[in-house]
């Protein structure tokens, strides 16, 4: 059933690029474009936190044909990264700024960017939505007409968090436009949960979606039909700025589905998108594709090579070579994997220090000046 | 290895009751008690939040000789509880207050009490403690020198825990006196971390134990000793306020359980304290032969019978099974439980409505007037 629905996806998000690349058309299309691509890992490669690590800027100013600012893309790239719970045009312009070159929305593809394409299935169904940043906007802009958060959602539930006394989160509160727009939460059933970006508050989360996920929908229900669940990514650890490995969403999905499976007599059924989930490379290919300027037959113009730059081993580097020909895949040093040689059980098909050093043996390999 | 260390500690409890008692001795030494003991829980038996349930407050007034506040016990109880990490001096008065009955520091044997009995092994080292409440406090009250809390010691490892800047804690700062006194965290090892009461900030505390756990006790760097882990109770579920179960310490262990060994080598190593335990079981009737009034020679003065009485069968019901003679379980249908009939996997020796229906059926049964 998962990748049923994955396909099915990718061929609606395919669908919906091709009308938003019309508009952008003339920023990128330029004729005879080298049959290559480049996809970022941003975090651990790009970005420490917010400063810009391995040279990235001028690593990626060298991409374009003359200025970044105004210049067409010598090679199409795009970043593919676990997302941080804000729409794709807002990260577009946080990247431009830290990043110094001019960074279009269509080339964020965010953890969280494929929900997009589950809009028919739950356009007018109430869903909640949760993770750092905001999560409900961010459904919301794709489309979602009732995404709520979980932070609200779990404000109309009095007790439903025990832990709560010893909390001071900032959650926003119920307010009555929303409840007579539809929103009445408290009798309609949820038919998706969807995790965004990283969670902030796990105990809370974990209790409310066992909540949601065991009662049908609705906590204080009973019903054996379990609501969808969807995961933006499911790396298990990622590069932040303090020295070891951080936990992330893969993390939350352990607890998440080792909890749930132990008060619950039917395992959890959910759907991870992210790295290294092979339909993410699927969907990169195209969107590169787009971004080269072929619109018409995807399937005669298909690209020599892909690269995959990433810093983790068991994310980018196991989900480009899964992904298999065109993916090219390139380990930097400056993330989650440090070794001196290849690494053990994912070896990339190149190593090197930092992103600017994997660019400038693309620009070798393929005699691009 | 956890065996020898639960008798070990259950020993060093019983001498250190035994001198605590001395102290107590004329509250509650009256001649010819009968052989019964009753251990209550709390949570969904005696309370529901801070609101007496079940007639509590009158069934509990039962059990003394005259007046609840002057008169001595008839029969000796104590209260069998997960802690909320205050110390027991504290949840006496609480309760007492609550219940209207005056209740003795002695009669709750909390979930964390047991870890005083570490004192030998910990007194002077450098350990952690977390869940809601003051876990460094009790902690500190036991006798351990250098207890410091989760939230203080996240708070010298700048950046450990990425998903701060979108909480709003109220920590503890660190502060100098506390360095200058032989707190210097960043270079001394973590030798063990307790679990003392439901932890409240999931993803910071996870990724702090497994930092502190796969590094042999600092962050950052590399050991194969992985420092000692102890939790307070184990419990999956408790009833709260809210009408239907909420998560507790147990299922906070497996999400830290199944992601610790998702990211190492070697599986976690713990000891649970707690119900369904029998070593709390064995601990509960020692305690209560002290407030029976019988120091000297505990084997010849065993009880006939002792009482459990509590809400969820997984837990006070499967433990006092598990415990064995003289125990005699009572599931009530105030919390947890709430079946017509007995329960499937956990039946009980007794199903009544309230508390107050099991002090009835118990003085019925041991003819008390």
């Known amino acids: 059933m998962r990748f049923i629905t994955i396909s099915r996806v990718l061929q609606q998000h395919r669908n919906k690029i091709q009308i938003q690349l019309r508009c952008h058309r003339h920023l990128h299309s330029v004729p005879n474009r080298p ?23 001028k690593a990626l ?17 795009l970043f593919l990264t676990n997302g941080r719970g804000i729409p794709e045009s807002r990260r577009a312009s946080e990247l431009s700024q830290l990043l110094g070159v001019n960074i279009d ?54 007790n439903i968090d025990p832990l709560s006394p010893y909390k001071t989160w900032t959650t926003t509160q119920p307010c009555n436009e929303q409840k007579s727009s539809g929103f009445d939460v408290t009798s309609e059933r949820v038919k998706a949960a969807f995790v965004v970006s990283d969670p902030v508050d796990w105990s809370r989360d974990i209790q409310v979606l ?26 298990l650890e990622y590069q932040a700025v303090f020295p070891s490995e951080r936990l992330g969403m893969g993390a939350f999905r352990i607890a998440l589905e080792s909890i749930f499976n132990s008060i619950h007599h039917k395992p959890l059924k959910y759907t991870s998108f992210g790295k290294p989930n092979p339909f993410v490379f699927k969907n990169a290919e195209s969107i590169l594709m787009e971004l080269n300027g072929i619109y018409k037959d995807t ?35 400056t993330g989650v994997f440090r070794g001196k040689e290849n690494h053990t059980y994912y070896p990339a098909d190149k190593v090197v220090d ?6 400038e043996f693309i620009l070798r390999r393929e005699a691009i000046a």
């Open 210 to 235: 066992c909540d949601i996920l065991r009662s049908g929908g609705l906590p204080g229900e009973k019903s054996e039909h379990q609501p969808h669940m969807y995961f933006a990514a499911d790396d």
């Open 61 to 77: 100013r060298r991409l374009y044909d003359y200025d970044a600012d105004s210049g067409s893309l010598k090679i199409p790239y």
């Open 299 to 333: 399937k005669s113009h298909s690209f020599k090579t892909l690269y995959m730059i990433g810093d983790n081993p068991s994310v980018d580097i196991k989900g480009a070579r899964q992904a298999g020909h065109p993916w090219f895949s390139i380990l930097t040093r």
């Open 105 to 158: 929305p269509i080339q964020i593809v965010q953890g969280h960017s494929p929900f997009k394409n589950l809009l028919t299935r739950f356009e007018n169904e109430l869903i909640v939505a949760t993770g750092k940043g905001e999560p409900a906007v961010v459904m919301s802009e794709y489309g979602f007409k009732k995404a709520i958060s979980l932070d609200e959602y779990a404000s109309y539930f009095k």
């Open 35 to 57: 049959s290559v691509g480049i996809a970022f890992d941003i975090d651990g490669v790009i970005l420490r936190g917010r400063s810009p690590i391995g040279d990235s800027p």
């Open 354 to 359: 930092t992103v600017a050093d994997a660019v």
